[in-house]
């Protein structure tokens, strides 16, 4: 027989009810087939060279083997690196995940969660800032909280402001230990590529960065400090800006990778070589950084980690939910940021 086989087909097959081979089949939130009789449905099955339904065996268990994962910019390769984690330890585990990116247009991430509650995934991962927008986040709060009481399970890598399971990166306190890293080098006069200004996490690194001089008994000047998107273009063309003031500052901290290389590319177009005319930082550590030249001094966050930590969460039985896991960050020091002159 061919792919027109119907679970009829195999319900007659196997000499049981239409119900016992959908159960068998399809599996089951309420009832449970016996083994002997499961056996025997899958052997009817093989016979007759059946392909279960996925819609029938969602309907079936409320759920279906969907991991469905929201995430700002799949170009950004921060979320490429939290995407490949959740898509390692979700393939792990028999899942298959479906992406969406919002390209930071407000209210996607709602739409989607959306979407995916409709088909039934079992999964839902949101990556990605908040704003300070109070009522985009509780639109999303209130979406996420209606699919896990659907009897889905939902993960954010985020601030801890919405009612799932969160995994909140320390930003804070990444950015005040560079900050306090690269006084030690001798650097005094400083600036800042720091991102848009109603995303929190930018926010909380320029927080921190300018903490760390606080504590050190300097100061990072509010002209220093230039806002921009949170991309390579944004750094660059934050970096032009800055450069256009004729900054008396020896050190930049882009408050990511993608923008620090972008301030790099600006630094040798207008004629000035990184680390030797200005030293530059970033934060995150992304895998482009293997290519860059010099080596960037940034903060390394363990990102594909956090992704399969994302997964293992949702997967957890029998805990109480919303849990926050904090993931600290390293710094790590490279040529592009050498000791300061004395």
């Known amino acids: 027989m061919t792919g027109s086989v119907t679970l009829h087909d195999v319900a007659r097959h196997a000499g049981v009810s239409l119900a016992t081979a959908s159960r068998a089949l399809n599996g089951s939130a309420n009832r449970v087939v016996g083994e002997k009789l499961r056996e025997r449905v899958l052997r009817a099955a093989a016979e007759l060279r059946y392909s279960p339904n ?9 759920r279906t083997d969907i991991v469905g994962l929201s995430l700002h910019d799949i170009a950004d390769p921060y979320f490429s690196a939290v995407a490949a984690g959740v898509m390692r330890e979700a393939g792990a585990n ?6 969406a990116s919002t390209q930071r247009r407000p209210g996607a991430e709602t739409d989607y969660v959306g979407a995916f509650r409709r088909h039934w995934a079992s999964v839902v991962i949101v990556v990605g800032s908040r704003t300070d ?8 709060a209130d979406e996420l909280a209606a699919f896990e009481a659907e009897g889905g399970r939902a993960v954010a ?3 801890p402001r919405l009612p799932v399971d969160t995994i909140s990166i320390d930003n804070h306190g990444g950015a005040r230990n560079l900050g306090e890293a690269l006084h030690d080098l001798g650097h005094r006069r400083f600036a800042v590529l720091g991102g848009p200004g109603d995303l929190l996490t930018a926010d909380e690194r320029v927080a921190g960065f300018r903490d760390a001089l606080t504590r050190r008994g300097g100061r990072l000047d509010p002209d220093h400090i230039v806002p921009g998107p949170f991309t ?8 032009h800006r800055l450069l256009d003031r004729e900054p008396d500052v020896t050190c930049v901290f882009a408050v990511n990778d993608v923008m620090a290389v972008g301030a790099m590319a600006a630094m040798r177009d207008r004629g000035l070589e990184p680390a ?10 992304i895998a482009t950084l293997r290519d860059v030249n010099p080596g960037l001094t940034t903060v390394r966050i363990p990102l594909e980690e956090i992704g399969a930590l994302a997964v293992r969460l949702a997967l957890e039985d029998d805990v109480a939910r919303p849990r926050v ?7 790590v020091v490279r040529a592009s940021t050498p000791r300061a002159p004395s």
Request: aromatic share 4%.
């Open 94 to 99: 028999g899942l298959l995940v479906t992406m």
């Open 276 to 285: 030797t005319t200005m030293a530059v930082a970033g934060f995150d550590d």
């Open 157 to 159: 890598v985020s601030q």
């Open 133 to 140: 927008d109070r009522a985009a986040t509780d639109r999303l």
């Open 325 to 331: 896991r904090r993931v600290g960050g390293e710094v």
């Open 54 to 62: 996925a819609h029938a065996q969602a309907m079936a268990r409320g």
């Open 232 to 239: 390579r273009d944004g750094g660059y063309d934050a970096m």
